[in-house]
Nanobody
Framework: QVQLVESGGGLVQPGGSLRLSCAAS????????MGWYRQAPGKQRELVAA???????NYADSVKGRFTISRDNAKNTVYLQMNSLKPEDTAVYYC???????????WGQGTQVTVSS
């Protein structure tokens, strides 16, 4: 099993930047596809960005050109660089690990991102 711990959330003004980190432990990180999701109050959890074991990426249309997902297998960490933040990016951000070709997935505990002036 893999354990995930997110960090890097906080309060930022519109137009600002944050970098989220998700540190994995307990298993071989490079085996997992990783994703960042977010959930705003009263809304469903949605995919923000994902990265495969081969580092192919995809993004929600709402964050394309502003957010970048990356992974460092040597550090067992996936990152989400968020630039040009907007108030509508306010949410709890979660990372998820998925083991390809299986039903196994694991969520982190989430980190709050608030974009407000």
């Amino acid at each position: 099993q893999v354990q995930l711990v997110e960090s890097g959330g906080g309060l930022v003004q519109p137009g600002g930047s944050l970098r989220l980190s998700c540190a994995a432990s307990g298993s071989i990180f490079s085996f997992y596809a990783m994703g960042w999701y977010r959930q705003a109050p009263g809304k469903q959890r949605e995919l923000v960005a994902a990265i495969t074991t081969g580092s192919r990426t995809n993004y929600a249309d709402s964050v394309k050109g502003r957010f970048t997902i990356s992974r460092d297998n040597a550090k067992n960490t996936v990152y989400l660089q968020m630039n040009s933040l907007k108030p509508e990016d306010t949410a709890v951000y979660y990372c998820k690990a998925t083991l390809p070709t299986t039903n196994y997935e694991q969520w982190g505990q989430g980190t709050q991102v608030t974009v407000s002036s």
